[in-house]
Nanobody, 121 residues
Framework: QVQLVESGGGLVQAGGSLRLSCAASGRTFSNYYMGWFRQAPGKERELVVGIDWRGARTYYADSVKGRLTISRDNAKNTVFLQMNSLKPEDTAVYYC??????????????WGQGTQVTVSS
């Protein structure tokens, strides 16, 4: 069992920055692909960023390329999401996710509880 706890969400003005953290406990963190999904009201949950177990490969949705950066520290069992140049359309609940197979939503093994990010215009 893996527990994921997100922190760092909040309210920020457009153009501002936030840094989300996801602390993992339980089974070996370094075995898992890690990702951040988001879900805006009335929309489906979508994968925005992902990182492999070594941190060597990353994935970014087109809508966030150049603005969001994912990283992980396996020694601290933590994954980070640095969010810069935020836009109102980034407003959503952000979920940390862990998977041993892939970051397709149907393959996610563990989800965090979510943290709200609100970007005002």
């Amino acid at each position: 069992q893996v527990q994921l706890v997100e922190s760092g969400g909040g309210l920020v003005q457009a153009g501002g920055s936030l840094r989300l953290s996801c602390a993992a406990s339980g089974r070996t963190f370094s075995n898992y692909y890690m990702g951040w999904f988001r879900q805006a009201p009335g929309k489906e949950r979508e994968l925005v960023v992902g990182i492999d177990w070594r941190g060597a490969r990353t994935y970014y949705a087109d809508s966030v390329k150049g603005r969001l950066t994912i990283s992980r520290d396996n020694a601290k069992n933590t994954v980070f999401l640095q969010m810069n140049s935020l836009k109102p359309e980034d407003t959503a609940v952000y979920y940390c996710a862990a998977s041993v197979q892939s970051l397709s939503a149907r393959n996610i093994n563990y989800w965090g509880q979510g943290t709200q990010v609100t970007v005002s215009s």
